[in-house]
Each structure stands twice: as C-alpha cells, then as structure tokens.
C-alpha cells in the first residue's frame, strides 16, 4: 500500500471536517435558541386567547372588541397584558367572578 491511502490529513482544497462539525453546532444552537422562543410564545400566547374568549363571552363582544378591552386595561394600569390574561384565566376557573376591564 502506498502512503497516501494510509495518510487521514484532508488532501489541499477539500473542506476540513472540523469546519463542518463546527457549523453544525451553531446551525444546532441557532435552532434550538429558535425553538425555545417559539415556545415561550406559544405559552404566554395562549393564556391571551382565552382571556379574549372570556371577556367576548361575559360582554357579549367580538374577539378583537375583546382584545381591545384587555390590551386598554392594561395599558391604563400599567400592567402585563400576559399577567392579566394568567389571573383572569385563573378566577374564571375558580367561580363566576367578575374583572373589570
């Protein structure tokens, strides 16, 4: 066997397979740091679409009248419009309790 079949170095002008591992990782990271913000507002998302549905629901409004409702509340009151979706979910399913928007 001659030498060259035995040599593992990358032969000049082929690509090095570190340099593939390494972009392979960040392509890793990069997607998983996606993948986690994606989540993130999928779980504070949901809460907000079913604080709209409630509110629609008690005043007999449409979804974005509703939404307008939440978002006007909390802006006057300078309070998270997530939070206040998380506590009017919460009573709701508590008892019939009323929150003033």
């Not at 990358?10 to 986690?36: C, K, L």
């Not at 005043?59 to 978002?71: C, G, N, P, S, V």
Request: glycine share 4%.
């Amino acid at each position: 066997m001659s030498e060259t079949m035995l040599s593992t170095a990358t032969p000049a002008g082929s690509p090095d397979p570190a340099d593939d591992v390494v972009a392979m990782r960040d392509r890793i990271r990069f997607y998983r740091a996606r993948a986690e913000q994606l989540q993130y507002a999928l779980d504070h998302r949901l809460p907000i679409e079913q604080a709209k549905g409630i509110l629609a629901e008690r005043y007999q409004i449409d979804i974005d009248a509703a939404f307008e409702m939440l978002r006007s509340f909390c802006r006057n009151n300078n309070m998270k419009i997530h939070d206040v979706a998380k506590t009017l979910v919460g009573q709701s399913s508590e008892g019939d309790r009323r929150v003033s928007c």
